[in-house]
């Protein structure tokens, strides 16, 4: 069964600084799909980034980036130049869809403020 | 502006109450989901429509009972609910569902349900 861990339920960061929020995944799957999700307070959850496991290249979206690490089973996110708007819960998740079946799963979060 | 609408935001029922959850997207989007979320926990997969099919139950009791009656419509009826369903309910849309998609899912507002 696959399983999304972050190990870091709370971080801080002072504006414009870098943050990295951590996520690793457990699967015996070769061809899978990684995301992030922010979902702010009392607010929807969207999407921030995504990468495709059998792209080697990080993917990348303005201010945040990943470390994919597939062999590691690591999909790290790199927030650069922190804004306060950044403030948010940080879901990462793993999607596998076959025939007949669908996992999306969601790890436990890690909630991240912004400091002025 | 969200582009998966939610209706009600909030909700208040008894165990003996009957009740629907809607939500509606405009975005041509052939699948649609719903979520479970406790408080401080990440959402968990409910429900899976696929061009209007159920192609997915993960094990939800039969008092969450769902219906897609086009494309751009899932309701979730309630019925006989316990406290402990009382979550945050939310639904979410994507192009498609199928073999090796990366399609986000775009996720409504949610609705906040509180069992009496």
């Known amino acids: 069964a696959q399983t999304v861990t972050q190990s870091q339920p709370e971080m801080s960061v002072q504006e414009a600084e870098t943050v990295t929020l951590s996520c690793t995944y457990d699967?015996?799957?070769?061809?899978?799909?990684l995301f992030w999700y922010k979902q702010p307070p009392s607010r929807q959850m969207i999407l921030v980034i995504r990468?495709?496991?059998?792209?080697?290249q990080n993917a990348t979206e303005n201010r945040f980036s990943v470390n994919f690490q597939k062999a590691a089973k690591s999909f790290s996110l790199k927030i650069s130049d922190s804004q306060l708007g950044d403030t948010a819960m940080y879901f990462c998740?793993?999607?596998?869809?076959?025939?007949?079946?669908?996992?999306?799963?969601f790890g436990t979060g890690t909630r991240l403020k912004v400091l002025a | 502006d969200t582009e998966v609408t939610q209706t009600p935001k909030h909700l208040v029922m008894g165990m003996t109450n009957k009740k629907s959850l809607k939500c509606e997207q405009h975005?041509?989007?052939?699948?649609m989901y719903w979520y479970k979320q406790k408080a401080k926990k990440p959402p968990e997969l409910m429900f899976v429509?696929?061009?209007?099919?159920?192609?997915i139950n993960e094990s939800v009791p039969s008092r969450f009972s769902p219906e897609c009656p086009n494309s751009s419509l899932l309701n979730l009826h309630l019925h006989a609910l316990q406290p402990e369903d009382s979550a945050l309910y939310l639904c979410?849309?994507?192009?498609?569902?199928?073999?090796?998609?990366?399609?986000?899912?775009?996720f409504g507002d949610g609705t906040r349900l509180s069992i009496l």
């Open positions: 979410a849309s994507s192009p498609r569902v199928g073999t090796n998609s990366n399609q986000p899912q775009h």
């Open positions: 699967t015996s799957e070769n061809n899978y799909y």
């Open positions: 990468q495709e496991a059998y792209k080697q």
């Open positions: 998740a793993f999607m596998k869809s076959t025939p007949g079946t669908y996992k999306y799963i």
């Open positions: 975005m041509g989007h052939r699948a």
């Open positions: 429509y696929s061009y209007e099919k159920l192609s």
